[in-house]
């Protein structure tokens, strides 16, 4: 097992992240090694959506949020480069103060020209994994800002706990999150980013991004982190959970959930079951 990280993180960079829910790590990521993975996901999406030809006001209300592909390490090698990154699931580490990670999952959210707000929400409480430690790389492939489909998190959020699912496919009303008495009437922080820098955010931090008002896809890929001895709490269905046979009270690792940090010396095992290519699953 590796002492040292590929990339070390400054100590106040861990604090602001336990302080706010949320922090940005500028230059992480090499513009040249960015401009690989980024036609990497591109191709992926690509192909992932091939067969769908509507124009976005055709879409669903979540659809307009974003195109969500997710697993993509699964069908696109060149994108498990970068979802299986040692060096990025080293800075989750940090960041959440654990020894081991696994990934849950990866997925692009390409918001296109004219999208919707994603709708202001809590990641972790869409899954039954409990308060285990969970982080969200958020990696911008664009010089992103409000009116491209920024993120914006409210700060201290994570400290409420978990609060109301919301369903942001909007299959039901939405819960109003931002009301929630739990947050004290803070305000979502916008946080503009550069290529080459990766925002993370706590599992429990509630966050939306605004639309996209700009004549160009936002393009942006997500690594989502969990702590190596999270079990599963319910037994609601979950996708990755069943699929790789995990029930309540198991750990939440097997066939599509590798262990990224430290890192494995072989490349994990790419599940025989693949998942839906677009959409939340
Ligand atoms: O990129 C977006 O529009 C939303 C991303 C998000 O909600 C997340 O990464 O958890």
């Excluded at 976005?56 to 060149?78: A, G, N, V």
Aim: proline residues 9%.
């Amino acid at each position: 097992m590796p002492t040292t990280y590929p990339i070390t993180i400054a100590p106040e960079q861990i604090t602001a992240f336990e302080d706010q829910g949320f922090v940005v790590t500028p230059d992480v990521i090499n513009l040249d090694a960015l401009a690989v993975f980024q036609e990497a996901v591109d191709q992926a999406v690509k192909d992932r959506t091939a067969n769908d030809h509507r124009a976005l006001k055709d879409k669903s209300r979540y659809e307009q949020s974003f195109i969500q592909c997710m697993r993509l390490w699964e069908t696109h090698p060149k994108v498990a480069s970068l979802s299986l990154d040692p060096s990025i699931a080293g800075i989750a580490a940090q960041l959440l103060n654990v020894k081991k990670l696994n990934l849950w999952q990866d997925q692009a959210l390409y918001k296109e020209a004219g999208g919707q707000e994603t709708t202001p929400h809590q990641d972790q409480p869409f899954w039954p994994i409990g308060a285990s430690p969970l982080i969200s790389a958020w990696i911008p492939f664009d010089h992103v800002d409000a009116a491209r489909g920024a993120m914006a998190y409210v700060p201290g959020s994570h400290k409420a706990g978990r609060l109301k699912v919301v369903d942001i496919t909007h299959s039901t009303s939405p819960y109003d999150i931002l009301r929630d008495p739990a947050l004290n009437g803070a305000k979502p922080e916008i946080v503009e980013v550069a290529p080459g820098s990766i925002i993370w955010h706590h599992g429990m931090t509630v966050h939306l991004a605004s639309g996209n008002q700009s004549t160009q896809t936002r393009r942006a890929f997500t690594i989502v982190y969990l702590d190596a001895d999270a079990i599963r709490t319910k037994p609601w269905r979950s996708y990755p959970l069943d699929r790789a046979g995990v029930a309540v009270g198991d750990t939440v690792a097997g066939m599509g959930l590798p262990q990224v940090w430290p890192p494995l010396a072989d490349p994990p095992e790419i599940p025989a079951l693949i998942g839906h290519g677009t959409g939340p699953q």
